[in-house]
């Protein structure tokens, strides 16, 4: 069983529409923070799922698909 379906249409959501600063978008060491894992582990998964995007060279989390909402 997958995690995320892939075909979710919200997915990736459009650049312009992306509100960085709404607190659905984290950094790598918040998300890790918030998951109360390890940032190593973070980007693990970062790696291997579809939870976030890099937008002007950094990645973003989305907290959504973190804890699979």
């Known amino acids: 069983m997958e995690l995320f ?3 979710d249409p919200a997915w ?3 650049p312009l529409e992306i509100d960085l600063a709404d607190g659905t978008w984290l950094t790598p ?3 890790a923070a918030v998951a109360r894992i390890s940032e190593r ?3 693990r998964w970062a790696r291997e799922r579809d ?8 990645l973003w989390i989305n907290k959504r698909r973190l804890f699979g909402r």
């Open 29 to 31: 060491q918040q998300a």
């Open 5 to 7: 379906d892939r075909t």
């Open 41 to 43: 582990t973070l980007w």
């Open 51 to 58: 939870i976030g995007l890099k937008i002007g060279g950094r």
């Open 12 to 14: 990736p959501p459009d």
